[in-house]
């Protein structure tokens, strides 16, 4: 995750539209981004593993606000039920957002949703959170989904062999 204290030099650090402070953090971080209308911006990051599309959604009748990461992962239909179980067992383990398939395309996605205040804005503060919780379980689990996409591995030895922490440096 980002640091909190990064220099954004041109973000306030008061509230904003969210799509302006999402396009605003975007802009800041240097990333390739574009407001596609006044409830939606996307931007394009590379990760460690892929490049990432980021959408964010605003529902101004509800305050909400919908982040979805895509991360360059289309599942075959032959490995959709193992793709399936990984997902039942890494979403058990999240707090935040879940992964999901679009059943239409079977296009991987991270997903969140975030409710937010009667005033409708966005704070940087959470808009860094928000967007790099997503990356973080982005980057986390895409191992689990090639090693059962391209490895022929079990959803349970993916993620097995995907979590394994090291510990120092070698």
């Not at 909400?64 to 058990?92: C, F, H, M, W």
């Not at 919780?133 to 689990?144: G, L, Q």
């Not at 996409?149 to 097995?160: L, N, Q, R, T, V």
């Amino acid at each position: 995750m980002h640091d909190s204290d990064e220099d954004f030099g041109g973000i306030e650090r008061d509230e904003s539209a969210p799509m302006d402070m999402l396009a605003a953090l975007f802009e800041a971080r240097g990333w390739s981004f574009e407001t596609n209308s006044d409830e939606e911006v996307s931007a394009e990051f590379k990760g460690s593993w892929t490049s990432y599309q980021i959408r964010a959604v605003w529902r101004d009748e509800d305050n909400s606000l919908q982040v979805i990461v895509l991360p360059d992962v289309t599942v075959p239909d032959d490995k959709r039920n193992d793709v399936y179980r990984a997902l039942g067992l890494i979403n058990e383990q999240l707090w935040i957002g879940h992964f999901d398939i679009w059943s239409s395309n079977g296009i991987l996605l991270f997903r969140h949703g975030s409710l937010l205040p009667p005033s409708g804005m966005l704070g940087i503060d959470q808009a860094q959170t928000i967007i790099d919780v997503a990356i973080d379980e982005c980057e986390r689990f895409y191992p689990v989904f090639q090693f059962i996409i391209w490895g022929d591995k079990s959803p349970e030895d993916a993620i097995a062999s995907a979590l394994v922490e090291t510990h120092g440096e070698a």
